[in-house]
């Protein structure tokens, strides 16, 4: 009987130290992400597909099933809650510079898909980025981009209206 309560004990304590490692397991897996986007986006066909296809069916069942509880509707504070939520289930950090009913100013000061600047990473961020754009759009929105860690900036910065 000892040893059950010694095995829960270890087992509830690796638990809890797994947990506290989430933010790195995190990070790891959307710089693994970002890593295979940029090896299929290699070349222009590979971002057409990706801009053109993969991301509006993403954009389509994420707000078809309500992915993480994603919904339509409500002022341009709202569209920007619901697009953000997959950011914060993944705790990407972001910053919102301003909000108004019909227009909010974000920032994130890390690539959501861990992109480093250069010229290719540059073309698979917007051909990604079309999703975010489609998301917003079913949402309610739109979504205009001014500038990109992946682009040389040092962070993402957007202007989210309401349409």
């Not at 989430?22 to 057409?48: C, E, Q, Y």
Request: glycine share 8%; with cysteine.
């Amino acid at each position: 009987m000892e040893q059950a309560v010694e095995r829960k004990q270890e087992l509830v304590a690796k638990l809890k130290e797994f947990d506290a490692r989430h933010d790195f397991w995190l990070m790891k897996t959307r710089h693994a992400i970002g890593r295979l986007i940029m090896r299929v986006g290699g070349n222009p066909v590979s971002r057409w597909v990706m801009a053109n296809v993969t991301t509006r069916i993403l954009a389509f069942l994420i707000v078809r099933f309500r992915a993480l509880g994603i919904e339509k509707g409500g002022d341009a504070p709202e569209i920007t809650f619901q697009w953000q939520k997959l950011a914060v289930f993944l705790r990407i950090p972001q910053e919102i510079v301003s909000a108004g009913s019909d227009r909010v100013e974000m920032v994130h000061h890390e690539c959501t898909m861990g992109l480093e600047p250069c010229e290719r990473a540059n073309k698979v961020c917007r051909a990604t980025m079309n999703m975010d754009k489609r998301l917003v759009r079913r949402l309610g929105g739109k979504i205009t981009v001014l500038h990109t860690i992946s682009g040389g900036a040092g962070e993402c910065r957007y202007i989210i209206e309401k349409v």
